[in-house]
Nanobody, 124 residues
Framework: QVQLVESGGGLVQAGGSLRLSCAAS????????MAWFRQAPGKEREFVAA????????YYADSVKGRFTISRDNAKNTVYLQMNSLKPEDTDVYYC?????????????????WGQGTQVTVSS
């Protein structure tokens, strides 16, 4: 497994931006599909965005398409989530996840490494 640590969360006003980072250790990320999920208390973990091992393909949930951008820097073993035009409904704990796969993976069950999460709060 790879160890993941998220950072960059915080409190922002609606319409603002945040950039989340996910730093990996233990193994190189170059063989992993990486993704971001989010979860509110009492709700299921929700897929946000995913990126293939080489950054060649990305996929987004409809709710964030056009506002969020996932990217990765394999040399730095880091994955990013740029979040623009934030809305109050984007308020959640955001989790970084890794799946040993060359293609795009979106299902929670297929990810075997998770970070501890970072809180994002968007005020109206």
């Amino acid at each position: 497994q790879v160890q993941l640590v998220e950072s960059g969360g915080g409190l922002v006003q609606a319409g603002g931006s945040l950039r989340l980072s996910c730093a990996a250790s233990g193994r190189t990320l170059s063989r992993y599909c990486m993704a971001w999920f989010r979860q509110a208390p009492g709700k299921e973990r929700e897929f946000v965005a995913a990126i293939t091992w080489n950054g060649g393909s990305t996929y987004y949930a409809d709710s964030v398409k056009g506002r969020f951008t996932i990217s990765r820097d394999n040399a730095k073993n880091t994955v990013y989530l740029q979040m623009n035009s934030l809305k109050p409904e984007d308020t959640d704990v955001y989790y970084c996840a890794a799946a040993r796969a060359y293609g795009l993976v979106r299902e929670v069950a297929n990810f075997d490494s998770w970070g501890q999460g970072t809180q994002v709060t968007v005020s109206s």
